[in-house]
């Protein structure tokens, strides 16, 4: 059951801070950006920053204990009975919070380096200010319509930020994907409001889960299956991924910021903060598993096809947030959530310095026209490695410590299978990570030497304004891992027992220690480092690479070339389909039956009004006989009905 503070009055002024300081951000920006340009970005950042500043200070607000609950809420409005709107920070909300806002400040602090000189710099500050108040609405909210309100806001922000570049056709498309596959999921959110308001009446966190006995299972499993369609849709799952790697079209900040560390984890918060429906439902439990074990091994796979450095790194959060969904899916909740706390740092990393070398390159993104940048950038090669390190799960680094709970975790629950899944997904993302970084940074330069010399959009600005927030990224995904030592004991687990203490126990060790499932994962993951090597980073491998790697990329299977054929499968599905319908109706709907019929109206009044006016003659012998007529018509009816009674 989810413990939280219901029915506490008192108010929470810095709660209500954070949640409102990057509204007002965004709306001073949007109304004065464009005469104040370069310096809204400073305007965004400290205004994100002071957010962060209160969420620090809202810790105690978030771990107190009233009346047996533990966290704080704060009353908003109460609309109708049972829809009470408010705030509510609670240990799981807190962490989201922090990261949005700290990493997002980070983020921000990058922004200024990266767009520096852009003409519209002031909008897209106001457009990040934006998105962290959705996601800030999403995560805070108490109730499930609060909740649906930031699913929606973060779909039209992510809209705004992905089609920042309007000019360039490829973003405009991508973030009309985006924004529609988004909408497909809201509206299985909102189908699953639909009917818990219909049963219980009521769509507080604390109201529904209370009451979730009175739900019989069908109507249980219904409900989760709704609410993961959202998931599914906002964190990438297979089959609505396809909109992630398209994403990547808008700047790199927006990759780093929605794709890597906030939006795309909106799904595994919402599982996790409805656990006490999944717990409910075993078929829901295992049909998400499955899902997130089944888009984990895909997004690895895909990953093996992309020469594009923020497509791999798309398709390798798409795999990382299938580790997380399979995680909560299957009740393993802690190591889920511990995964997107050390995820968030780690790609966050990953992507900014990806952006530090796309800027330093002129906006080049395919790797087999880098290489040899070791030497060149060694600030961008310790970013890339740290982070490469920890999403394969290498000791001491975050990613070895929450992959293995989220591995251990699936087999603590009983799922094998899904345990030789997320192995396998292991080896695969440590051979596609590596083979990025050798073909980055080993051998010979590999780019012209006209590159870089005019970069696609102007940037001016101190290195340092890049590289700070980077450096800083390092740091926890070198030691937030640490926090999950002790296992039952440890303050990683401390912190969330009023959460989850009272949720889903393991039910089998299948005779395999966490040690030895540790060793397993390192072993496969160092297989998947050699044969990059190998491969790509000895003597041999280097030799002609450029002609080497072209030969790669023209004999590479069309089944990864082509992603699986998913984008054709859904153009085929509801893309075409929903076209032809649109032609049909634009062709005879609405030209026979809309145009048609007011035609048909119009000239159906002439014709009546030539009719009557025919009988305007101007005889009174004419009128004399109508009325004669119209006598005549009333008596035979009064005296048919008087014959029939």
Same mark, same amino acid.
């Given at each position: 059951?989810?413990?939280?503070?219901?029915?506490?009055?008192?108010?929470?002024?810095?709660?209500?801070?954070?949640?409102?300081?990057?509204?007002?951000?965004?709306?001073?920006?949007?109304?004065?950006?464009?005469?104040?340009?370069?310096?809204?970005?400073?305007?965004?950042?400290?205004?994100?920053?002071?957010?962060?500043?209160?969420?620090?200070?809202?810790?105690?607000?978030?771990?107190?204990?009233?009346?047996?609950?533990?966290?704080?809420?704060?009353?908003?409005?109460?609309?109708?009975?049972?829809?009470?709107?408010?705030?509510?920070?609670?240990?799981?909300?807190?962490?989201?919070?922090?990261?949005?806002?700290?990493?997002?400040?980070?983020?921000?602090?990058?922004?200024?380096?990266?767009?520096?000189?852009?003409?519209?710099?002031?909008?897209?500050?106001?457009?990040?200010?934006?998105?962290?108040?959705?996601?800030?609405?999403?995560?805070?909210?108490?109730?499930?319509?609060?909740?649906?309100?930031?699913?929606?806001?973060?779909?039209?922000?992510?809209?705004?930020?992905?089609?920042?570049?309007? #000019?360039? *056709?490829?973003? !405009?498309? $991508?973030?009309?994907? @985006?924004?529609?596959?988004?909408? &497909? /999921?809201?509206?299985? =959110?909102?189908?699953?409001?639909?009917?818990?308001?219909?049963?219980?009446?009521?769509?507080?966190?604390?109201?529904?889960?209370?009451?979730?006995?009175?739900?019989?299972?069908?109507?249980?499993?219904?409900?989760?299956?709704?609410?993961?369609?959202?998931?599914?849709?906002?964190?990438?799952?297979?089959?609505?991924?396809?909109?992630?790697?398209?994403?990547? #079209?808008? *700047?790199?900040? !927006?990759? $780093?910021?929605?794709? @890597?560390?906030?939006?795309?984890? &909106? /799904?595994?918060?919402? =599982?996790?903060?409805?656990?006490?429906?999944?717990?409910?439902?075993?078929?829901?439990?295992?049909?998400?598993?499955?899902?997130?074990?089944?888009?984990?091994?895909?997004?690895?796979?895909?990953?093996?096809?992309?020469?594009?450095?923020?497509?791999?790194?798309?398709?390798?959060?798409?795999?990382?947030?299938?580790?997380?969904?399979?995680?909560?899916?299957?009740?393993?909740?802690?190591?889920?959530?511990?995964?997107?706390? @050390?995820?968030?740092?780690?790609? &966050?990393?990953?992507?900014?310095?990806?952006?530090?070398?796309?800027?330093?390159?002129?906006?080049?993104?395919?790797?087999?026209?880098?290489?040899?940048?070791?030497?060149?950038?060694?600030?961008?090669?310790?970013?890339?490695?740290?982070?490469?390190?920890?999403?394969?799960?290498?000791?001491?680094?975050?990613?070895?410590?929450?992959?293995?709970?989220?591995?251990?975790?699936?087999?603590?629950?009983?799922?094998?299978?899904?345990?030789?899944?997320?192995?396998?997904?292991?080896?695969?993302? &440590?051979?596609?990570?590596?083979?990025?970084?050798?073909?980055?940074?080993?051998?010979?330069?590999?780019?012209?030497?006209?590159?870089?010399?005019?970069?696609?959009?102007?940037?001016?600005?101190?290195?340092?304004?890049?590289?700070?927030?980077?450096?800083?990224?390092?740091?926890?995904?070198?030691?937030?891992?640490?926090?999950?030592?002790?296992?039952?004991?440890?303050?990683?687990?401390?912190?969330?027992?009023?959460?989850?203490?009272?949720?889903?126990?393991?039910?089998?060790?299948?005779?395999?220690?966490?040690?030895?499932?540790?060793?397993?994962?390192?072993?496969?993951?160092?297989?998947?480092?050699?044969?990059?090597?190998?491969?790509?980073?000895?003597?041999?491998?280097?030799?002609?690479?450029?002609?080497?790697?072209?030969?790669?990329?023209?004999?590479?299977?069309?089944?990864?070339?082509?992603?699986?054929?998913?984008?054709?499968?859904?153009?085929?599905?509801?893309?075409?389909?929903?076209?032809?319908?649109?032609?049909?109706?634009?062709?005879?709907?609405?030209?026979?039956?809309?145009?048609?019929?007011?035609?048909?109206?119009?000239?159906?009044?002439?014709?009546?009004?030539?009719?009557?006016?025919?009988?305007?003659?101007?005889?009174?012998?004419?009128?004399?006989?109508?009325?004669?007529?119209?006598?005549?018509?009333?008596?035979?009816?009064?005296?048919?009905?008087?014959?029939?009674?």
């Amino acid at each position: 059951m989810l413990h939280h503070a219901v029915g506490i009055s008192a108010h929470y002024p810095l709660l209500l801070a954070t949640w409102l300081l990057p509204l007002a951000g965004a709306l001073l920006l949007w109304s004065t950006g464009p005469r104040i340009q370069a310096k809204g970005a400073v305007l965004g950042t400290t205004v994100l920053g002071a957010a962060f500043v209160t969420a620090l200070l809202s810790i105690p607000d978030a771990l107190r204990a009233a009346d047996g609950y533990v966290g704080a809420q704060q009353p908003l409005v109460t609309w109708l009975p049972g829809m009470s709107l408010g705030l509510l920070l609670d240990p799981l909300s807190l962490l989201w919070t922090l990261v949005i806002t700290g990493v997002g400040f980070l983020i921000h602090v990058y922004s200024i380096g990266y767009l520096a000189g852009d003409r519209a710099i002031a909008r897209f500050f106001a457009y990040l200010n934006f998105f962290v108040f959705a996601m800030l609405t999403l995560v805070l909210s108490d109730n499930f319509l609060g909740l649906l309100v930031g699913w929606g806001l973060v779909g039209l922000a992510s809209y705004f930020l992905i089609g920042f570049w309007f #000019e360039k *056709p490829s973003a !405009v498309a $991508a973030s009309r994907k @985006a924004f529609v596959i988004n909408v &497909a /999921g809201d509206v299985g =959110i909102m189908l699953a409001i639909f009917i818990l308001f219909a049963q219980l009446g009521t769509l507080s966190y604390g109201g529904v889960f209370a009451h979730v006995a009175q739900l019989s299972p069908s109507t249980l499993l219904a409900v989760c299956l709704f609410l993961f369609v959202g998931c599914a849709a906002k964190s990438a799952q297979v089959p609505l991924h396809t909109w992630l790697p398209d994403a990547m #079209e808008g *700047p790199t900040p !927006v990759s $780093a910021l929605i794709h @890597a560390a906030t939006m795309v984890t &909106a /799904g595994v918060y919402l =599982i996790a903060r409805c656990h006490p429906l999944w717990d409910a439902s075993p078929d829901a439990r295992a049909f998400v598993g499955v899902v997130g074990a089944i888009t984990a091994l895909v997004g690895a796979i895909l990953g093996l096809g992309q020469w594009d450095i923020k497509r791999i790194l798309a398709y390798s959060t798409m795999s990382q947030i299938g580790y997380m969904i399979m995680g909560v899916g299957v009740g393993a909740y802690q190591a889920g959530v511990l995964h997107f706390f @050390a995820h968030a740092f780690f790609k &966050a990393q990953l992507f900014l310095g990806a952006g530090i070398i796309i800027h330093a390159l002129g906006d080049e993104q395919d790797i087999r026209r880098m290489g040899g940048l070791a030497r060149k950038m060694p600030f961008a090669l310790l970013a890339m490695l740290t982070g490469t390190l920890a999403i394969c799960g290498i000791f001491p680094f975050s990613g070895f410590f929450s992959k293995d709970a989220i591995l251990y975790g699936v087999l603590e629950h009983g799922h094998p299978y899904l345990y030789f899944i997320g192995v396998l997904t292991a080896a695969i993302t &440590a051979y596609y990570m590596f083979r990025m970084l050798f073909v980055v940074f080993a051998g010979q330069a590999r780019t012209p030497a006209s590159v870089g010399e005019h970069a696609g959009h102007a940037h001016h600005a101190p290195a340092w304004l890049m590289q700070l927030p980077v450096a800083l990224l390092i740091v926890p995904t070198i030691g937030i891992g640490w926090l999950a030592i002790g296992g039952e004991q440890s303050p990683w687990a401390r912190f969330f027992e009023p959460i989850f203490g009272a949720s889903l126990q393991p039910l089998a060790r299948l005779g395999m220690s966490e040690a030895t499932s540790s060793l397993v994962v390192t072993s496969v993951v160092l297989l998947g480092i050699a044969t990059a090597f190998f491969v790509y980073a000895t003597p041999q491998a280097l030799r002609n690479a450029p002609e080497r790697l072209q030969r790669e990329g023209q004999r590479m299977p069309g089944m990864l070339t082509h992603a699986f054929y998913f984008d054709d499968a859904l153009d085929g599905l509801f893309v075409q389909p929903t076209r032809a319908l649109g032609r049909f109706c634009a062709a005879t709907v609405e030209r026979d039956v809309l145009d048609g019929g007011v035609h048909d109206i119009t000239v159906g009044a002439r014709w009546l009004g030539h009719f009557f006016r025919s009988f305007q003659t101007g005889f009174v012998r004419a009128y004399a006989l109508v009325l004669a007529l119209g006598v005549a018509a009333f008596a035979a009816y009064y005296v048919l009905v008087g014959v029939t009674r």
